[in-house]
């Protein structure tokens, strides 16, 4: 099974594209946990939308904006202008809920 449920801050407004017609929204979303020790970690995380979910995004979610995700992780692999091999991991977005939070 490849899940993942994600629960943060989105870092910045979505930024849209079009693929084969589909509307797609992209934008990094941060999670952080307490360590052991006490202080506070954060991860960033690659979120991908389609379709109307992502018609929602450009049209509520901002920076700042609290957000439940559930989504499949994918990476994909591509070379840069200089031929240079990249790798990104991302979530794509099966579900989701926008929450209360700083922006709200």
């Known amino acids: 099974m490849n899940k993942a449920i994600l629960l943060g ?15 797609i929204a ?8 307490k360590t052991p020790t006490g202080a506070e970690t954060t991860e960033w995380h690659n979120i991908v939308m ?17 957000l439940l995700v559930e989504g499949k992780i ?6 840069d202008a200089t031929a240079i091999s990249r790798t990104t991991t991302e979530i794509y977005v099966d579900s989701f809920e926008l929450l209360p939070g700083r922006s709200q």
């Open 9 to 23: 801050n989105v870092g910045r407004d979505p930024r849209m594209r079009m693929a084969s017609g589909t509307t």
């Open 26 to 33: 992209e934008f990094p979303l941060a999670t952080s946990e």
């Open 50 to 66: 389609w379709g109307r979910a992502a018609e929602f995004a450009e049209k509520y979610i901002r920076k700042g904006s609290r």
């Open 74 to 79: 994918r990476t994909r692999r591509w070379e």
